[in-house]
């Protein structure tokens, strides 16, 4: 009697299985990615995200702004008290030259009204505007207190800029006429660099810039002094400032008067 073993059922290769698993693994994790890849692109905006933008880029403008403001007042932030006290005392005296102003063109009026020869009174007042006009046009000399300012810059450091900062700050104290070097300035006076110094209505000035300035010294100096002021920032750039105050200063560098080609006056 024969011992016979059953049929031995047919087995699966195993590099069937591992072959099948192989093969559903990469499509597996590519169709991942292909998810993945369209949940991001193109994009899908709605309309709550796109205020949530806006509303966060204006906040962030507002704070850039705000930063910007604080830096630009650290100069006074850090200020002495006693700088500060002349800051304040220098906005006081610009109040009361208007003051001033205004006054005295009050009793110009009145004069006018009460004068018994309003047409006499009226010449006098012409003839001394016209000489108050040619001051500042400077087609006149002048002369009055004031101070000298005198930048010496042996480095070539001095720019237009610069002297530009200066006769603005200059003017905004209260100065009445302004001459640098042999140049008188005048409202419509521009100033621009060129090789070796600085052109001041296409005439070259150089080191040493001196600028006489009629006005009243107790206010144009200190203007000139504030923190981060003029002489501050000419020192920085290795340039010598000296400021001298004066009971006579003359300038006399005048201008042509040129007649306009088109203005004309309203009263003609």
């Known amino acids: 009697m024969r011992n016979e073993l059953p049929p031995e059922e047919p087995k699966k290769a195993p590099e069937d299985a591992a072959g099948t698993d192989s093969a559903d693994a990469p499509a597996e994790q590519l169709?991942?990615?292909?998810?993945?890849?369209?949940?991001?692109?193109?994009?899908?905006?709605?309309?709550?995200?796109?205020?949530?933008?806006?509303?966060?880029?204006?906040?962030?403008?507002?704070?850039?702004?705000?930063?910007?403001?604080?830096?630009e007042s650290s100069a006074l932030r850090g200020a002495r008290?006693?700088?500060?006290?002349?800051?304040?005392?220098?906005?006081?005296?610009?109040?009361?030259?208007?003051?001033?102003?205004?006054?005295?063109?009050?009793?110009?009026?009145?004069?006018?009204?009460?004068?018994?020869?309003?047409?006499?009174?009226?010449?006098?007042?012409?003839?001394?505007?016209?000489?108050?006009?040619?001051?500042?046009?400077?087609?006149?000399?002048?002369?009055?207190?004031?101070?000298?300012?005198?930048?010496?810059?042996?480095?070539?450091?001095?720019?237009?800029?610069?002297?530009?900062?200066?006769i603005q700050e200059l003017r905004a104290a209260g100065a009445e006429a302004i001459q640098v070097n042999d140049v008188r300035v005048v409202a419509n006076t521009y100033l621009e660099d060129t090789e070796g110094g600085v052109r001041v209505d296409g005439r070259k000035v150089a080191s040493p810039f001196e600028f006489k300035v009629i006005g009243k010294p107790q206010d144009l100096e200190p203007a000139l002094n504030i923190p981060g002021g003029v002489v501050q920032t000419l020192e920085k750039e290795q340039a010598t400032v000296a400021v001298t105050r004066g009971d006579k200063i003359v300038v006399d560098a005048l201008r042509r008067a040129n007649r306009p080609d088109y203005a004309r006056s309203s009263s003609q």
């Open 31 to 71: 169709s991942g990615r292909q998810r993945l890849a369209q949940s991001l692109w193109p994009p899908r905006v709605s309309r709550a995200q796109l205020i949530v933008a806006l509303l966060l880029f204006v906040l962030g403008l507002g704070l850039a702004i705000q930063v910007r403001s604080n830096s």
């Open 81 to 166: 008290q006693e700088d500060l006290v002349r800051i304040l005392d220098e906005l006081d005296d610009r109040t009361q030259r208007l003051e001033d102003e205004k006054q005295r063109l009050d009793d110009q009026r009145t004069e006018l009204e009460n004068s018994s020869d309003q047409a006499e009174e009226a010449r006098k007042q012409t003839v001394e505007k016209e000489r108050q006009l040619g001051v500042l046009a400077g087609t006149v000399a002048a002369q009055g207190p004031g101070i000298t300012l005198t930048v010496t810059d042996t480095k070539g450091a001095v720019e237009a800029d610069m002297l530009l900062d200066a």
